[in-house]
């Protein structure tokens, strides 16, 4: 289980640590950075894929994803005596992102994402404004110390912890890759390996499709399906998986408490699988072409949260997207039992939502609030957030 998220630099997150529980919701008003916090965990999972370079790009390059704001505010600027201005930069441009484990023998991650150097390199590149991973580290524990590092990254030098001494890996890693994914051996650094499968295993869900064309909609070749599709299209095959191999009861459970009444049945025709709803007082089950939105969108989170293959980490960003206040609580409840197997971070501005997850057990509230444009966490003091240290460049 991960303890904490730290992020810095990244739009409005310009030091932020978020600490983390098994159920961790997170939430604020709008343009406090929920979103961003969303987003930068969906870049450290493209680490572990080798994605985290294009995915900056997407976003409009490392420039356009960094913090706008001065490097430090001084208390006068925070009191209004002075106004925000930018001060002479003590540090080089980074975004930083990482996790700690919440146990020793959990493991930690952080990199480091700078700007290339700006005299041109060795032989002429045209991909001289790529950005560069310039550190990774990985330790075990909750803290980041020079006892409990295990890997190290720096430029294109690895090295890798043994016993008290570190050996050198001779094989130098690009800039435009991490550690993660270039340098994988089960013997020399089991740590990263097994690190790497964890992230590679975190899943996210994010506004599922549920208007006319959506896949869901629509009759779909199936197959054994225990982790939903990101867009839903497998949905049919998923919840037959689910009658299946998982918990058959608690799929039933989960229709009858938000729609008492209903019940679910997967009609095969041939080898494509469609959806059917029988609901109280109608002579026929509707498809699901013809369900609404929100009947679709909330079928759509039980057989996402009921997956017969948990993951270690699921974050779920705005599940609260076109459903109606009254299936809230219901979906608080999904989302806690799903708690019970995998690690979740919740994203949402719905009170309702998030008063049917407050008595979970070991439940972690996350408040945002901004000032002077940057992201603070506004419900928790200083001794309630965990410490954070970044390796140094």
């Not at 406090?32 to 995915?55: C, E, F, H, P, Q």
């Not at 404004?129 to 990254?153: C, T, Y």
Request: charged share 25%; no cysteine.
């Amino acid at each position: 289980m991960l303890s904490a998220l730290a992020i810095a630099n990244y739009r409005s997150l310009r030091q932020l640590t978020v600490p983390l529980g098994r159920l961790t919701v997170v939430t604020g008003a709008n343009g406090s950075g929920k979103s961003s916090v969303y987003r930068a965990m969906r870049l450290l999972a493209d680490i572990a894929n080798g994605g985290v370079i294009r995915s900056l790009v997407r976003e409009g390059g490392l420039s356009s994803t960094l913090w706008a704001g001065p490097e430090r505010f001084s208390a006068a600027m925070r009191r209004g005596e002075l106004p925000v201005q930018g001060t002479r930069r003590n540090e080089p441009v980074a975004l930083k992102l990482g996790f700690a484990g919440s146990e020793s023998d959990e493991f930690g991650y952080a990199i480091d994402i700078g700007l290339p150097p700006p005299s041109p390199p060795m032989p002429p590149t045209a991909f001289s404004h790529d950005p560069e991973i310039k550190h990774e580290a990985i330790w075990s524990g909750p803290l980041l110390r020079p006892a409990a590092q295990l890997v190290d990254r720096k430029g294109a030098a690895l090295r890798l912890r043994e016993g008290k001494s570190w050996q050198a890996v001779g094989r130098p890693i690009p800039a435009f890759a991490s550690m993660m994914t270039e340098y994988a051996d089960p013997h020399a650094a089991p740590e990263m390996l097994t690190l790497r499968e964890q992230m590679r295993s975190w899943r996210f869900y994010d506004h599922f499709r549920s208007d006319a064309d959506a896949p869901a909609r629509q009759p779909q070749l199936g197959t054994y399906t225990p982790v939903l599709a990101n867009d839903g299209a497998d949905l049919a095959a998923a919840l037959q998986t689910i009658r299946e191999i998982g918990d058959d009861e608690a799929l039933d459970r989960a229709v009858d408490d938000a729609f008492p009444g209903a019940r679910i049945e997967i009609r095969v025709a041939e080898d494509r699988f469609e959806t059917l709803m029988h609901q109280h007082g109608l002579l026929r089950p509707l498809t699901a072409a013809e369900l609404s939105d929100g009947t679709l969108r909330y079928l759509l989170w039980i057989a996402a949260l009921l997956t017969p293959r948990p993951p270690s980490l699921l974050v779920l960003n705005e599940p609260e997207t076109s459903l109606h206040p009254d299936l809230l609580p219901a979906l608080g409840r999904l989302i806690a039992q799903a708690a019970r197997g995998s690690q979740v971070i919740v994203v949402s501005h719905a009170a309702r939502l998030i008063a049917a997850l407050e008595d979970s057990e070991d439940l972690q509230s996350v408040v945002l609030e901004k000032q002077f444009g940057e992201t603070r966490i506004a419900n928790l003091d200083m001794s309630e957030i965990p410490r954070w240290e970044w390796p140094a460049r």
